[in-house]
Structure formats: C-alpha cells, structure tokens
C-alpha cells in the first residue's frame, strides 16, 4: 500500500513538469513556394540512408516566386528529382522552430501546366468527335466531381458514416450524372434504377467481404497519415469500403447504359412483344459487354499497382501465398472482384428492370444516343 501510494505521488507530482515540457515543444514551419531553376551543378553521389542504394546529388541555385520570400535567391542540395536549369518546381521551406535555420528542398517538379494541355486536349477531342452527347458526358463528370468534393469528402472529414454517405453520394452520382448524359426518358430511368439495385446489392456484399476479410484500412500510406491528421477520428474501413463503392460506378455506370439502350432498340425493332424473347436476346449482348468490361477491370487495376506486382516479385523472403494474404494485396484483390461481381449483377438486373419498363417501345425516331 505504501508503494502505491509513493508511486501516485511520485506520478502527481511530474504531471506539471511534463505538461510545461509538451508546452515547449512547438512544431517546424513548413511551407511550398513555386520556384526557378537558375542554375546546377554536379555535387557527387551520396548513398541513402539505410540502404545501398547510391543516388546523384546535385547543387541547386534557383530564385523564389511566390509568397513572402518571392525574388529571394535560394542554394541548396538536391538528391530527390534532377532539375535543369530554367524548370519550375515547389521548394519545400522548413524553419526549424528551436534555432531558426531555414531549409530548402524540392518538394516536386511543377506539373499543372502539363495537366492543363491535356484537358484542353481531352475537351477538344470531345467536343470535336463526341458531339452534344461527349459535351453532355463532360458535365456529367464534373456534377460528379462537384458532389464528390463537396458532399462525399466534407461528410466523412465531417465525422458521418463512410459508408452511408458512399453509398447516397453513390446514388445521387447515378441519378445526376445518367440524366444529365441521355436526357429524361424511360430508357435512362430504368438503366438509373438497375444501377441503384446494383449499387445496393455490391454494397451489401462489399460490406461483408471487408468485413469477413478483416480489413483494416491501413495498407496505403496516406490512410496512416489521414489517422494522425484527424488524431483517428476517420472510420478507415469504412472510408475503404466507400472507396470500392465510389470505385465501382465507372463499369457500373457503362454497362447499365449500354443493357437499357439495348432492350429499347429490340422492343423498337417491332419483330416481336414477348418480353422474355427480348430479355434473352439483351442478355445475350450483355454476355459480350461482360467478358469486355471484366478484363478491362482486371487489367486496370493490375496497371495501377504495377510498381507494388514488381517490387513483391523481386523479393526472394515472402511465399506466394503469404503476399496474397496480406492487406495490401488483399484489399486489391477484394476491389477487383467486388467490381466484377457488380458488373455481372448490373446486366440482368438492369435488362429485367428495362423489359418491364420499356415494354411496348416500338416504332418512331429513336432520339437516345450512346457512347462508350
């Protein structure tokens, strides 16, 4: 009892001198400013630390051009990415609080012009050959990057439910987007109600494999920074789970398009009323949009994680099976799959939901345009 009650004493009586050395210690100031290359020159190599890997050190002279330091002449080494004379980059400016030394790196090379010309490039080209319904599909898109930016990431910084919120900013990208794109009609409106049908569906099952799989949404690196940065008030496997859903919509949103325009150009066609004649011949066309759309996915998502496929099978320390078992290629593997079922799904639901709903479509001018 004795040693006890020293101990909380002993603990009671550090807590102002831990509290008044946490209150000292205060951050470094970090801040990126565009910057010019004005000169380099060679510095030699260096090896990075904890490996045997050896990389070309260059000395940078560039001049400041933005923010407060703008005009100012900066010096320093670089062994990130190698810098030409004239190229603009981001300076990453760090101050160090204790001794005020200012530092200065490269953070990354300056891009956004390069993405500018290919999205002038990209609009030009829909304009040119997609005609009023590309224009219609490029506003679409952005519909979808405005709810997406500004109900999708505020909800779930905002504390709600990753999951719910995917699966209504999910819908609302659905319904928004498919009428924006083919107009009011009946054809858009049943390709909208499979793909809900569907998102419902894969939602379900998502749910139950990240769960099943025991998930935990830490595999990519920025999830761990997004912990510290909200000090773990983010559900990352909810937010996963929202990924594959959000992820799913691109083949969801084809595919749905493609089985209802398919189902009002047979009922158009006038041979025949029988609704099971048409949802079998539908079917059939979606049988070829299937085995398309589900190698298109595979590969897709084999692209991305490249890198990761190259580094896993250089290793000579892991089995086969113990890097299939892992998170990172697990949640991979969980996406690719999830999507491919979805994209099954969406076939016969859409093409049973459009038979129904188009029944009786026949004659006139067929005014609904499609494109992939």
Same mark, same amino acid.
């Given at each position: 009892?004795?040693?006890?009650?020293?101990?909380?004493?002993?603990?009671?009586?550090?807590?102002?001198?831990?509290?008044?050395?946490?209150?000292?210690?205060?951050?470094?100031?970090?801040?990126?400013?565009? /910057?010019?290359?004005?000169?380099?020159?060679? !510095?030699?190599?260096?090896?990075?630390?904890?490996?045997?890997?050896?990389?070309?050190?260059?000395?940078?002279?560039?001049?400041?051009?933005?923010?407060?330091?703008?005009?100012? %002449?900066?010096?320093?080494?670089?062994?990130?990415?190698?810098? %030409?004379?004239?190229?603009?980059?981001?300076?990453?400016?760090?101050?160090?609080?204790?001794? %005020?030394?200012?530092?200065?790196?490269?953070?990354?090379?300056?891009?956004?012009?390069? *993405?500018?010309?290919?999205?002038?490039?990209?609009?030009?080209?829909?304009?040119?050959? =997609?005609?009023?319904?590309?224009?219609?599909?490029?506003?679409?898109?952005?519909?979808?990057? $405005?709810?997406?930016?500004?109900? *999708?990431?505020?909800?779930?910084?905002?504390?709600?439910?990753?999951?719910?919120?995917?699966? =209504? @900013?999910?819908?609302?990208?659905?319904? @928004?987007?498919?009428?924006?794109?083919?107009?009011?009609?009946?054809?858009?409106?049943? !390709? $909208?109600?499979?793909?809900?049908?569907?998102?419902?569906?894969?939602?379900?099952?998502?749910?139950? !494999? $990240?769960?099943?799989?025991?998930?935990?949404?830490?595999?990519?690196?920025?999830?761990?920074?997004?912990?510290?940065? #909200?000090?773990?008030?983010?559900?990352? $496997?909810?937010? *996963?789970?929202?990924?594959?859903?959000?992820?799913?919509?691109?083949?969801?949103?084809?595919?749905?398009?493609?089985?209802?325009? /398919?189902?009002?150009?047979?009922?158009?066609?006038?041979?025949?009323?029988?609704?099971?004649?048409?949802?079998?011949?539908?079917?059939?066309?979606?049988?070829?949009?299937?085995?398309?759309?589900?190698?298109?996915?595979?590969?897709?998502?084999?692209?991305? &994680?490249?890198?990761?496929?190259?580094?896993? %099978?250089?290793? !000579?320390? #892991?089995?086969?099976?113990?890097?299939?078992?892992?998170?990172?290629?697990?949640?991979?593997?969980?996406?690719?799959?999830?999507?491919?079922?979805?994209?099954?799904?969406?076939?016969?639901?859409? #093409?049973?939901?459009?038979?129904?709903?188009?029944?009786?479509? &026949?004659? =006139?001018?067929?005014?609904?345009?499609?494109?992939?």
């Amino acid at each position: 009892m004795k040693t006890l009650l020293a101990t909380a004493l002993c603990a009671l009586a550090l807590v102002p001198v831990q509290a008044s050395a946490q209150a000292q210690v205060e951050l470094d100031t970090v801040g990126f400013f565009r /910057a010019r290359v004005l000169q380099t020159s060679s !510095a030699g190599t260096t090896t990075v630390a904890g490996t045997d890997t050896v990389t070309a050190v260059q000395k940078v002279d560039a001049v400041v051009l933005e923010g407060p330091l703008a005009g100012a %002449s900066i010096s320093f080494e670089n062994d990130y990415t190698p810098l %030409s004379t004239g190229d603009t980059f981001y300076a990453r400016h760090t101050t160090h609080t204790l001794d %005020s030394i200012d530092m200065w790196s490269v953070a990354d090379p300056y891009r956004l012009p390069i *993405l500018g010309w290919l999205i002038v490039v990209f609009l030009v080209l829909v304009v040119l050959f =997609g005609g009023l319904p590309g224009v219609r599909g490029f506003a679409s898109l952005c519909g979808s990057i $405005v709810l997406i930016f500004w109900l *999708l990431i505020p909800g779930i910084l905002g504390g709600y439910s990753p999951v719910l919120v995917s699966i =209504g @900013v999910a819908s609302l990208i659905i319904i @928004v987007g498919s009428y924006i794109t083919h107009g009011f009609n009946k054809t858009t409106t049943a !390709a $909208v109600v499979g793909m809900i049908g569907t998102v419902l569906l894969t939602g379900a099952l998502a749910y139950w !494999a $990240v769960s099943a799989a025991h998930l935990t949404g830490y595999a990519a690196e920025e999830s761990i920074y997004l912990t510290f940065d #909200t000090r773990g008030g983010i559900d990352l $496997v909810g937010l *996963l789970f929202g990924g594959i859903m959000i992820g799913l919509l691109g083949v969801l949103y084809d595919i749905a398009i493609g089985q209802a325009i /398919a189902t009002e150009e047979l009922f158009r066609a006038g041979h025949t009323k029988d609704r099971s004649y048409v949802f079998r011949r539908a079917l059939r066309i979606g049988r070829e949009h299937i085995g398309a759309l589900v190698n298109t996915l595979a590969i897709a998502y084999v692209g991305a &994680s490249l890198p990761l496929l190259l580094l896993v %099978s250089n290793s !000579a320390t #892991t089995s086969l099976a113990f890097t299939l078992n892992s998170e990172l290629f697990a949640t991979e593997i969980i996406r690719i799959l999830i999507g491919s079922i979805g994209l099954v799904l969406a076939v016969p639901i859409t #093409t049973l939901i459009a038979v129904r709903m188009l029944d009786g479509t &026949s004659g =006139g001018t067929h005014t609904h345009s499609h494109t992939h």
